[in-house]
């Protein structure tokens, strides 16, 4: 049986505003989620996260379910607005004490806190007076807020993650407006990822300059897609790299090599803004590990500007701006989002991000499924999510062989949650949950894990 490294990081991942509930307890500020799903038509159903899962009062029990599943680590995020209820200045104790009293429970339980700043729950006061991620001010208003999470939670809390996929931020919040605040824009994406990419770097430099005695680590979550060239043509293999390129080059470049992708230049000429000398010095290094959240892969083709495939099957960002066509193979599997299940797209990815980057140690932060569950005589058989999980990680189990540094996996999602746009209508989790009772199940996969976990390999 193949195993993995003995210190592999098993873990599982969550984020605030798809768990907690407790939308307006105890001095919480409003998020621009909270206003986003309030919208009619924006989310499926009109669900909202008002509820949710309702980690906020339960989170007890739900550390106790990740003992039992013999997790080594969990991934959760913080609520700004939950801290600090304005995004600024003031800070709210009881928001403080929530986040306090989670981290103590799972230290008690064993498990190593991961904690992501922020996964996409804005403060709305950010959003209506400063323009939120299109101004330059935000880029302070994180590092203050960074700030005081490292000085409240830092003595317990080792492993930090700036930012959780700053593209979905970008070309869903504000280019497809399909995610909050909902703008749509060819421009103001790139915008909005300059400021991330400086907040998540000054957030870094504050880190690592004032709290080193504390002796973490911090990095940022970055979110890609596999493209595999379509067919074997020159104008098709560098129609994927280029997609790859304006994916996760985007902003990975940035911290690695100091600057955006050579090719986003060329083809977004002033839409894409420039960093200053100071700037791109900041930038350079801070991440400690190159967090990754891979979901699925497609197929990249030369958009001959006939546009046949064009962006039928899905996302590929502003896809006019690459020049590339998505497409699927018909023979490969879907999950209930429509994502095609390609364990090999997985391994080659780590291994693009591996050469590219000079062999930086990875940490799978998300990789998940959602399929339609039944909770049927107290058990839900979802042989199809144990499938797919058992396929990714004999994945990462080969890319390790081959020498890349993954180091840990956090599968998506602990529990079934609030899946943004599409409300409670998707299931990810590896435990069920009852929205009407908020009553939690393992599913079978949790039980897959749980040996997987203790046998330390995914062949089981
Ligand atoms: C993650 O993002 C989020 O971090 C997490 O909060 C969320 O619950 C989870 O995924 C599940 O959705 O639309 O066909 O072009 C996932 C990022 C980016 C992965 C787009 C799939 C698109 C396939 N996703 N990608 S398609």
Same mark, same amino acid.
């Given at each position: 049986?193949?195993? !993995?490294?003995?210190?592999?990081?098993?873990?599982?991942? @969550?984020?605030?505003?798809?768990?907690?509930?407790?939308?307006?307890?105890?001095?919480?500020?409003?998020?621009?989620?909270?206003?986003?799903?309030?919208?009619?038509?924006?989310?499926?159903? *009109?669900?909202?996260?008002?509820?949710?899962?309702?980690?906020?009062?339960? !989170? $007890?029990?739900?550390?106790?379910?990740?003992?039992?599943?013999?997790?080594?680590?969990?991934?959760?995020?913080?609520?700004?607005? &939950?801290?600090?209820?304005?995004?600024?200045?003031? /800070?709210?104790?009881? *928001?403080?004490?929530?986040?306090?009293?989670?981290?103590?429970?799972?230290?008690?339980?064993?498990?190593? %806190?991961?904690?992501?700043?922020?996964?996409?729950?804005?403060?709305?006061?950010?959003?209506?007076?400063?323009?939120?991620?299109?101004?330059?001010?935000?880029?302070?208003?994180?590092?203050?807020?960074?700030?005081?999470?490292?000085?409240?939670?830092?003595?317990?809390?080792?492993?930090?993650?700036?930012?959780?996929?700053?593209?979905? /931020?970008?070309?869903?919040?504000?280019?497809?407006?399909?995610?909050? #605040?909902?703008?749509?824009?060819?421009?103001?994406?790139?915008?909005?990822?300059?400021?991330?990419?400086?907040?998540?770097?000054?957030?870094?430099?504050?880190?690592?300059?004032?709290?080193?005695?504390?002796? =973490?680590?911090? *990095?940022? @979550?970055?979110?890609?897609?596999?493209?595999?060239?379509?067919?074997?043509?020159?104008?098709?293999?560098?129609?994927?790299? &280029?997609?790859?390129? !304006?994916?996760?080059?985007?902003?990975?470049?940035?911290?690695?090599?100091?600057?955006? #992708?050579?090719?986003? $230049?060329?083809?977004?000429?002033?839409?894409?803004?420039?960093?200053?000398?100071?700037?791109?010095?900041?930038?350079?290094?801070?991440?400690?590990?190159?967090?990754?959240?891979?979901?699925?892969?497609?197929?990249?083709?030369?958009?001959?500007?006939?546009? $046949?495939?064009?962006?039928?099957?899905?996302? *590929?960002?502003?896809?006019?701006?690459?020049?590339?066509?998505?497409?699927?193979?018909?023979?490969?599997?879907?999950?209930?989002?429509?994502?095609?299940?390609? %364990?090999?797209?997985?391994? $080659?990815?780590?291994?693009?991000?591996?050469? &590219?980057?000079?062999? #930086?140690?990875?940490?799978?932060?998300?990789?998940?499924?959602?399929?339609?569950?039944?909770?049927?005589?107290?058990?839900?058989?979802? +042989?199809?999510?144990?499938?797919?999980?058992? =396929?990714?990680?004999?994945?990462? +189990?080969?890319?390790?062989?081959?020498?890349?540094?993954?180091?840990?996996?956090?599968?998506?999602?602990?529990?079934?949650?609030?899946?943004?746009?599409?409300?409670?209508?998707?299931?990810?989790?590896?435990?069920?949950?009852?929205?009407?009772?908020?009553?939690?199940?393992?599913?079978?996969?949790?039980?897959?894990?749980?040996?997987?976990?203790?046998?330390?390999?995914?062949?089981?």
């Amino acid at each position: 049986m193949e195993k !993995f490294p003995k210190d592999f990081i098993w873990g599982t991942a @969550t984020s605030s505003y798809q768990i907690e509930g407790g939308a307006a307890l105890d001095g919480k500020g409003p998020s621009i989620w909270d206003a986003f799903s309030s919208i009619p038509g924006k989310i499926f159903e *009109g669900g909202t996260g008002d509820v949710a899962c309702d980690h906020y009062h339960k !989170f $007890k029990e739900d550390v106790q379910l990740m003992k039992n599943m013999g997790v080594k680590a969990y991934r959760f995020s913080i609520a700004w607005a &939950r801290v600090m209820p304005t995004g600024k200045d003031t /800070v709210n104790e009881k *928001g403080i004490q929530f986040y306090s009293d989670l981290i103590d429970e799972l230290l008690k339980a064993d498990i190593t %806190p991961w904690v992501t700043l922020y996964h996409w729950d804005l403060p709305l006061a950010l959003q209506l007076e400063d323009d939120g991620w299109l101004g330059t001010a935000i880029v302070d208003h994180f590092a203050a807020y960074a700030n005081l999470c490292f000085e409240r939670f830092g003595d317990r809390v080792k492993n930090w993650i700036t930012l959780n996929e700053p593209w979905v /931020v970008a070309i869903l919040g504000y280019g497809q407006g399909v995610f909050a #605040p909902g703008r749509t824009s060819n421009s103001e994406p790139y915008l909005a990822a300059h400021h991330l990419i400086l907040a998540h770097a000054k957030a870094v430099n504050l880190y690592r300059e004032n709290y080193s005695y504390q002796a =973490g680590q911090i *990095g940022i @979550t970055n979110n890609c897609d596999w493209r595999e060239p379509l067919t074997d043509s020159q104008q098709d293999k560098a129609a994927a790299e &280029r997609a790859l390129e !304006f994916f996760l080059a985007w902003f990975a470049d940035p911290i690695y090599k100091g600057d955006y #992708p050579a090719v986003m $230049k060329e083809r977004l000429g002033e839409r894409l803004p420039n960093f200053s000398a100071a700037e791109k010095e900041m930038m350079l290094g801070t991440s400690d590990f190159f967090g990754l959240n891979h979901y699925t892969t497609m197929y990249a083709a030369h958009d001959d500007g006939t546009g $046949k495939n064009q962006n039928v099957y899905g996302n *590929g960002g502003i896809s006019e701006d690459q020049a590339v066509d998505l497409s699927l193979d018909k023979n490969w599997k879907l999950t209930n989002m429509n994502w095609a299940v390609v %364990p090999w797209g997985c391994k $080659k990815l780590l291994a693009w991000i591996d050469e &590219r980057y000079g062999q #930086p140690e990875i940490i799978i932060t998300e990789n998940g499924c959602a399929y339609v569950d039944e909770l049927v005589d107290g058990e839900v058989d979802d +042989q199809e999510r144990l499938d797919f999980y058992k =396929g990714y990680l004999q994945a990462c +189990q080969q890319a390790i062989s081959e020498g890349i540094k993954l180091k840990g996996f956090f599968a998506w999602s602990f529990m079934d949650n609030f899946e943004w746009a599409s409300g409670y209508s998707k299931r990810f989790g590896l435990h069920y949950v009852d929205f009407e009772t908020l009553e939690r199940t393992p599913k079978k996969s949790a039980l897959w894990f749980k040996d997987a976990i203790a046998q330390n390999s995914a062949d089981v």
